[in-house]
C-alpha cells in the first residue's frame, strides 16, 4: 500500500475551501431570511450594512466562530504532539490529564480563589499552570531514575492524575452555590457561548507561533518515530524536544480550556484522521491537522447550536458521541499492531 | 608510526544502580579501519556504542573525535560524522521508504534535491528502491534492518557505529551491505555475534566481558583457547583463520 496517495496542494485547498465554508455557515446559520447580498455587507461592514444584523455576526457569531476554530486546532497540535514524542496513537491531552489540570485551576478560580487575584493573573495562565502541574505530576510518577521514560508509565500515571484533578473540581463544583455551580459546570462541559473579541488574543497569538516552531521541526519529529535511540544517533535532542514541545501541549490546552471548557477527543482523533488521509510525515501532517481541527469544532459547535436550537448542547456531548466510533477503531488497530 | 586516532575512548565506565555495565575501557579508533566488537551476552557491547552514539551518558571517563571532547561538540555536528546503526524494536507507520531513508540525512542540512538523490541510491543499494512509495509499516524484519541500514549507507559517516550490523539479514544482505561499508573504507566499529562474519571484516577485535576490555588486537591473537574459555565459555581455538569449537566448557 503507498502511503499518503492523497498528498497533493489539491488535498490542501480542499480543506483551506472546506474551512471557509464551515465559518461561514457558523457567522450565518439561521439567518435564512436574509439575501447573500445583506450577508455580504454585514460580514464586510459596508455602509449600508443592515445594523442588527452586522450586530450578530460581528459581536456574537464572528468571534465565536473564530475561538472555536482556534480551539479545535490547538488542541489538534497538543494531542498532535504528544503522540509523535510518545510515539502512542492514545497520548492526548485529555487522557494524559492536562485538561483536567487546566480545569480544575480553572473550576478554583471561578469559584474559590478571590475575583482580583483570577482578575490579576487571568484565567488562561490559571489553566495553563494547572495543565503544566498535572503533566509535571504525571511524568513524575512515570519517572524512574537512570531509566528512559516509559511510555506506557505516562500514559497510565496521566489517567489516575486526571482523576485526581477531576475529583478536585467536582469538590470545588460541590462547596460552591448553586448558581455558581450551574454556570461552572455549563463552562467546563465545553461552550464557546459569549466569546468576545479580546478572548481571542492569548490563542490568536499562541498557536500561529506554536504551530510555526512545530512546522520547523518536522523532520525531528519524524526522527523521534523511528525511535529515541535512532533519533539521537541523528543528532536530535530528544529529551529537549520532548520537553519543549510537552509544555507548548501544556500551554494550548491550558489556553484552550480557560477558552472553552473541556473539548475532549479532539487533540485524540483529529490527528488520526489525517494521518490516514496523508501519513504521519509531519510537515503534511501538521499543516493538513490545524486545518481539519478546525473544520471539525466549528462545525460540532454549529450543530450544538442547531440541534435543540433555542437552547445550546454543550460542544463536549456532541463530540463524545461523534468520538466513540473512531475511537474504538484506533483502539483496535492498535491491538493488531498496524 | 600510527597515525593519530580518529576517536579515542579513554576510561569509560557506565554505572546503572549498583550495577556496573562498563568498567574503565579505553581504545581508540585509527582513521580507515575495520574494528570488531566482541564478546558474550551482557558483555557491555550495546552498552558502549550507546554511550559513543551520545544516547547514553558515561558515569566517567571522555571520548575525543580527533582530538577534540565529544561533550563539547553539537549534537548534530557530531552525528553527522559518527553514524550509527541501532538496534531498536519499532513499529513504523505512515512514512514511506525513501522518506525513512531521507531522515538517515537529517544531520547534514543538504538542499532537498540532493537529499532525494542520495536516499535513492541507499534504496537502491539495499534492493528497495522499486517500493520506495510503499509504507514503511509493511516490513519485515530484515527489510527494516535494511531500511535503517540505508539511512546510514546515505549518510556515509566518517565512523560508521554497527550494533549487530547482520540482525534479521538473510545472507545474501549481510555479505551485501557490510561488503558495501568495507569497501568504503572508512572507520567502523561493529558488534557481531557471529564470529565467522567478524573474521571476513575486522582489521582487529576488541573483547569485552564483564564490562571490561579484556582484549584488542588480530583475532587470532585475541581470541586463544585461554579467552576463548573464559568469556564465550566454549572449548575452542582459532586455526587457519577458522574458528574450531569443540563445544562449551
Redesign the interface.
Known amino acids: 500500500m503507498t502511503v499518503a496517495s492523497f498528498r497533493s496542494p489539491g488535498l490542501f485547498a480542499l480543506v483551506v475551501v472546506a474551512l471557509l465554508l464551515a465559518g461561514l455557515a457558523g457567522v450565518f446559520w439561521g439567518t435564512a431570511d436574509l439575501t447573500w447580498d445583506d450577508r455580504y455587507k454585514a460580514l464586510f461592514r459596508l455602509p449600508d450594512a443592515k445594523p442588527a444584523l452586522q450586530l450578530i455576526v460581528w459581536e456574537w457569531r464572528l468571534p465565536r466562530v473564530l475561538m472555536v476554530a482556534l480551539v479545535g486546532a490547538a488542541l489538534t497540535l497538543a494531542g498532535l504532539l504528544m503522540q509523535a514524542l510518545l510515539r502512542n496513537p492514545l497520548a492526548d491531552p485529555y487522557l494524559l490529564g492536562l485538561s483536567s489540570g487546566a480545569s480544575a485551576a480553572a473550576a478554583a478560580a471561578i469559584i474559590w480563589l478571590p475575583g482580583v487575584f483570577v482578575s490579576v493573573i487571568g484565567l488562561p495562565m490559571l489553566a495553563f499552570g494547572g495543565a503544566m502541574l498535572a503533566f509535571l505530576v504525571a511524568l513524575g510518577l512515570s519517572f524512574s531514575p537512570g531509566r528512559n521514560l516509559d511510555r506506557l508509565m505516562l500514559i497510565l500515571s496521566g489517567t489516575a492524575v486526571s482523576l485526581f484533578f477531576q475529583s478536585i473540581t467536582a469538590f470545588f463544583l460541590h462547596i460552591a452555590e448553586p448558581h455558581v455551580t450551574q454556570q461552572a459546570l455549563q463552562w467546563l462541559m465545553g461552550s464557546a457561548a459569549g466569546t468576545k473579541w479580546p478572548d481571542l488574543l492569548p490563542l490568536a497569538v499562541t498557536l500561529p507561533l506554536l504551530a510555526i516552531v512545530a512546522f520547523l521541526c518536522a523532520p525531528m519529529l519524524d526522527a523521534v518515530l523511528l525511535g529515541d535511540e535512532r533519533a539521537t544517533a541523528l543528532g536530535v535532542p530528544v529529551g529537549l524536544l520532548r520537553i519543549g514541545f510537552f509544555s507548548a501541549a501544556a500551554l494550548l490546552t491550558g489556553l484552550a480550556v480557560a477558552a472553552a471548557g473541556i473539548v475532549s477527543f479532539v487533540g485524540l482523533i483529529v490527528p488520526h484522521l489525517a494521518r490516514l488521509l496523508i501519513g504521519a510525515t509531519h510537515r503534511w501532517l501538521i499543516p493538513l491537522a490545524l486545518l481539519i481541527g478546525a473544520i471539525v469544532l466549528v462545525l460540532v459547535d454549529l450543530l450544538c447550536r442547531t440541534v435543540l436550537a433555542p437552547q445550546e448542547l454543550p460542544l463536549g456531548v456532541l463530540l463524545a458521541l461523534f468520538a466513540a466510533p473512531p475511537f474504538i477503531i484506533i483502539l483496535r488497530r492498535m491491538r493488531r499492531g498496524v | 608510526m600510527a597515525s593519530e586516532p580518529i576517536l579515542q575512548v579513554s576510561g569509560v565506565s557506565l554505572r546503572?544502580?549498583r550495577a556496573t555495565l562498563l568498567d574503565n575501557v579505553s581504545f581508540a579508533l585509527e582513521r580507515g579501519r575495520f574494528y570488531g566488537l566482541l564478546g558474550p551476552n551482557g558483555a557491555g557491547k550495546s552498552s558502549l556504542l550507546?554511550i559513543l552514539?551520545?544516547?547514553e551518558a558515561a558515569s566517567a571517563g571522555g571520548i575525543e573525535l580527533d582530538g577534540r571532547p565529544v561533550h563539547a561538540l553539537?549534537?548534530?555536528?557530531?552525528?553527522?560524522r559518527v553514524?550509527?546503526l541501532?538496534q531498536?524494536?519499532?513499529?513504523?507507520?505512515?512514512?514511506?521508504l525513501l522518506?525513512?531513508v531521507e531522515?538517515?540525512l537529517?544531520?547534514l542540512a543538504l538542499p532537498s534535491r540532493e537529499v532525494r538523490e542520495r536516499a535513492g541510491e541507499a534504496l537502491r543499494m539495499i534492493d528497495l528502491s522499486h517500493r520506495a512509495?510503499?509504507?514503511a509499516?509493511?516490513l519485515s524484519g530484515g527489510e527494516q534492518q535494511r531500511l535503517?541500514f540505508a539511512q546510514l549507507l546515505a549518510l556515509n559517516p566518517d565512523i560508521y557505529?554497527l550494533d549487530e550490523p547482520n540482525n534479521h539479514l538473510d545472507l545474501h544482505f549481510q555479505y551485501k551491505l557490510l561488503d558495501i561499508v568495507k569497501r568504503r573504507q572508512r572507520t567502523v566499529l561493529a558488534s557481531f555475534h557471529d564470529i565467522g562474519l567478524a573474521v571476513r571484516y575486522c582489521d582487529e577485535v576488541m573483547l569485552l566481558d564483564g564490562g571490561r576490555l579484556v582484549g584488542q588486537g588480530a583475532m587470532a591473537k585475541v581470541l586463544d583457547r585461554r579467552s576463548l574459555a573464559e568469556t564465550y565459555r566454549v572449548d575452542g581455538s582459532f586455526t587457519d583463520g577458522r574458528l574450531e569449537i569443540a563445544g562449551p566448557v
Open positions: 546503572k544502580g550507546k552514539y551520545r544516547a553539537g549534537r548534530r555536528v557530531y552525528a553527522a553514524g550509527a541501532v531498536e524494536k519499532v513499529s513504523l507507520s505512515g512514512m514511506n522518506e525513512v531522515l538517515g537529517l544531520p512509495g510503499e509504507d509499516a509493511h535503517f557505529l
